[in-house]
């Protein structure tokens, strides 16, 4: 997937990547969040992507894309750090919080 991405100083990129990681990564811009607390991956910062989506996505999505970051450390030898029985609370209330519409 070719994604057209533009950075806070406004550079634009093309990048190849899945939607998770634009999504991620357009987080991490929105909160001015310094890149050491986006890889690794902060348990506060997890914590306020799954809460800021909540709502607007279903439950089953964003458990997708906390796992898809969860997974993207392994390969990379990354340190992941985050509590999941404090995810899957948030996960689980991000659940009830989905849409009619994307039940």
């Known amino acids: 997937m070719l994604t057209k991405l533009t950075t806070p100083g406004h550079v634009i990129m093309y990048v190849t990547c899945s939607p998770l990681l634009v999504q991620c990564t357009l987080h991490g811009y929105s909160k001015n969040l310094p890149e050491e607390e986006q890889a690794p991956a902060a348990p506060l910062t997890m914590a306020t992507f799954i809460t800021s989506l909540a709502g607007c996505y279903s439950g089953k999505m964003l458990s997708n894309y906390f796992y898809g970051v969860c997974m993207w450390h392994l390969p990379h030898g990354v340190v992941w750090s985050v509590n999941e029985d404090e995810m ?16």
Do not use: N, Q, R, S
């Open 88 to 103: 899957e609370v948030l996960l689980k209330v991000a659940t009830k919080l989905t849409p009619d519409g994307l039940k």
